[in-house]
Nanobody, 124 residues
Framework: QVQLVESGGGPVQTGDSLRLSCAASGRFGSNYVMAWFRQAPGKEREFGAVTLWSVGISSYAESVKGRFTISRDSAKNTGYLQMNSLKPEDTAVYFC?????????????????WGQGTQVTVSS
């Protein structure tokens, strides 16, 4: 069983940077995927970024491409989301998620393991 815990969220201003962490229990096996989703009040949960754990290859939603970077520290079994040039529309609860296999990597329903979320609030 995989357990995920997010941290690093908080209030920031437009243009600021923030780094989110996702600590995973145990060890990821081969073909594991870690992703970040976000959900604003009254909106559907949307995909942000994903990485293939074993090789670090990543993909991003168009809304965050060029501003956000996903990475991982295998020794610490922890994933990260570096967020730069933050905008008010980035305000949301950010969730990390994990699953086995890369299929449906942008679909929330495909992920069985989720963290509890961390709030990011970007003010102007």
């Amino acid at each position: 069983q995989v357990q995920l815990v997010e941290s690093g969220g908080g209030p920031v201003q437009t243009g600021d940077s923030l780094r989110l962490s996702c600590a995973a229990s145990g060890r990821f096996g081969s073909n594991y995927v870690m992703a970040w989703f976000r959900q604003a009040p009254g909106k559907e949960r949307e995909f942000g970024a994903v990485t293939l754990w074993s090789v670090g290859i990543s993909s991003y939603a168009e809304s965050v491409k060029g501003r956000f970077t996903i990475s991982r520290d295998s020794a610490k079994n922890t994933g990260y989301l570096q967020m730069n040039s933050l905008k008010p529309e980035d305000t949301a609860v950010y969730f990390c998620a994990a699953k086995i296999g890369k299929q449906s990597w942008d679909r929330p329903n495909a992920y069985p393991y989720w963290g509890q979320g961390t709030q990011v609030t970007v003010s102007s």
